[in-house]
């Protein structure tokens, strides 16, 4: 752990750590209580699971007018056409979760840490605990961990963790608490850790 802590902290005091810095703030501008701003987001983040993140970026600002209007079958050729994966699964997950989309804002400011993520994982379809984790942290929340495949290889890597085959909710919330760890070690926030983390695998900062 110590040779990624040092690493870690380089970065701290680095360009990187205000460029970190300005993401996180951006995170914080989300308005929670508004049921657009949310469920756009949680579309993103729906879009992201087993995707290129910076296609997702691109693919969500020219349709996120579209995800509460759209029909399922318009909406996934509207994905085709931008090149997505999985357009129709993931039109079908979109437009099914639109019936959530008022009731979001209330779930978000009512329930507590765990039980706010695991409202999102039970009744938002395409969101597992990475992605819920993602769209809470996309909306300012700072005390999830988002496990995606670049953390688990450095975690492995610097010899943290063995990369389980499969990530099951008791494995990813044992992760997230070596993640909880480190971050308390190097006096970061999870959100923050996983924004130095990711630049560490990919030399790129996004959302």
Not at 164 to 178: A, D, F, G, N, S
Request: aromatic share 10%; hydrophobic share 35%; with cysteine.
């Amino acid at each position: 752990m110590n040779d990624l802590l040092s690493t870690i902290n380089d970065l701290k005091h680095s360009s990187i750590q205000t460029t970190i810095q300005q993401r996180i703030q951006e995170f914080k501008t989300i308005d929670t209580h508004s049921a657009e701003e949310l469920f756009q987001e949680l579309c993103f983040c729906i879009l992201t699971a087993n995707f290129n993140a910076e296609r997702s970026i691109h693919i969500h600002a020219q349709l996120s007018n579209c995800f509460c209007s759209d029909t399922k079958e318009t909406l996934a050729k509207k994905l085709k056409e931008q090149g997505y994966r999985f357009p129709n699964t993931r039109a079908a997950f979109i437009v099914e979760s639109a019936s959530k989309k008022n009731i979001l804002p209330t779930m978000i400011q009512t329930l507590q840490h765990e039980e706010r993520r695991a409202w999102l994982v039970d009744n938002i379809k395409g969101l597992g605990y990475k992605e819920a984790s993602h769209f809470l942290r996309n909306i300012g929340f700072d005390d999830y961990a988002i496990i995606d495949f670049h953390i688990l290889d450095l975690l492995e890597r610097y010899h943290l963790i063995k990369k389980p085959k499969t990530l099951t909710t008791k494995q990813y919330r044992k992760i997230e608490h070596v993640l909880q760890k480190l971050a308390t070690k190097t006096n970061l926030t999870l959100a923050e850790l996983d924004l130095y983390l990711w630049y560490l695998e990919t030399e790129k900062i996004l959302k």
